[in-house]
């Protein structure tokens, strides 16, 4: 638990664990809460709304969407509002200072004052929490104005440790980051002022490789991916951004016929598996937003 959390978010903490219930006080616009439910059985859903003494309080919505197989009641488990761990916090500038601290690229990114929120998700062990591929994840931040070549980034990283952007796809309503992965726990938006696609995405490609390359993965289902990955990066470097995309949405097939021992897809609560196809997944979501970026995307 970090230790600069302060008693609103234990309090938050504590509410999350009852779908649906209400936190706040009543303010002069009315009552400003905190409600939290479980949507189609496979969706976590947070409407959040934190006071904000020097303005408009903080609005924004989060979303955890899971996959459920009909034909395979194992791939959700003990998906409740309890068993997600779920809790928010308005950061204080000693939290905002050591998020940063830990962003891919301190000196150009950064928390928006406007939305200081961290989101996390420490699903309690003995809830036997467990889902198999990747999640969705999604910052709905009313309180800000999205614009084409929005500079707004969802971030994840472990609990006080590095975090790595996530982001899939950046859309108005007002501003809906989304991107999706195999493991928790912390989530923030920020801006990044930079945006180096190209740089960015020759790191991107490393970084899957270093994915691919897990000695867990299998030797058939790494060489299939590392394919997959060698000819979308071929395509970037030749200029063909969509040719590249493509590629990748091959290696995301793939990692769907290829999850189970030869790519382990499958997290739980007790911590005891790695979800790797879940970060393949999430490492190519990003790459196809940076590459769509290049290609012209708004």
């Known amino acids: 638990m970090l230790t600069h959390r302060t008693p609103l978010l234990l309090l938050l903490t504590l509410v999350a664990f009852s779908a649906m219930a209400p936190f706040g006080h ?11 439910s479980i949507v189609d059985d496979r969706k976590f859903k947070a409407d959040i709304c934190l006071p904000n003494p020097n303005g408009p309080d903080f609005e924004m919505g989060f979303d955890l969407e899971f996959h459920l197989d009909p034909e395979n009641p194992g791939s959700l488990v003990n998906l409740t509002v309890p068993c997600v761990g779920f ?5 204080d500038a000693a939290a905002i200072a050591d998020v940063e601290s830990r962003l891919p690229d301190p000196a150009n990114q950064s928390i928006d004052p406007a939305l200081p929120l961290r989101v996390t998700i420490e699903p309690p062990v003995a809830c036997g929490l467990e889902f198999e591929d990747d999640y969705d994840a999604e910052f709905d931040a009313d ?3 999205w614009n084409p070549q929005s500079p707004y980034r969802l971030m994840k990283a472990p609990i006080g440790g590095s975090y790595r952007n996530i982001t899939a796809q950046v859309d108005a309503g007002s501003v809906r980051a989304r991107g999706c992965g195999g493991t928790f726990s912390e989530f923030v938006l920020v801006v990044d002022q930079l945006q180096d696609y190209a740089s960015e995405t020759v790191a991107a490609f490393a970084d899957l490789g270093i994915t691919i390359g897990n000695a867990a993965i299998g030797p058939t289902a790494s060489t299939t991916l590392g394919n997959d990955r060698s000819v979308s990066q071929s395509a970037f470097a030749a200029g063909n951004y969509a040719e590249a995309i493509a590629r990748l949405d091959d ?11 030869a790519l382990p897809n499958r997290w739980r609560s007790a911590r005891d598996l790695e979800n790797l196809e879940g970060e393949v997944v999430s490492r190519s979501g990003h790459l196809k937003f940076l590459l769509g ?5 708004p």
């Open 87 to 91: 809790s928010v916090e308005v950061m």
């Open 143 to 145: 309180n800000l104005v």
């Open 251 to 261: 290696m995301d097939a793939h990692c769907g016929a290829l999850g189970g021992p």
């Open 293 to 297: 970026r290049l290609n012209g995307d």
């Open 26 to 36: 009543a303010l002069a616009g009315g009552p400003c809460i905190v409600e939290t």
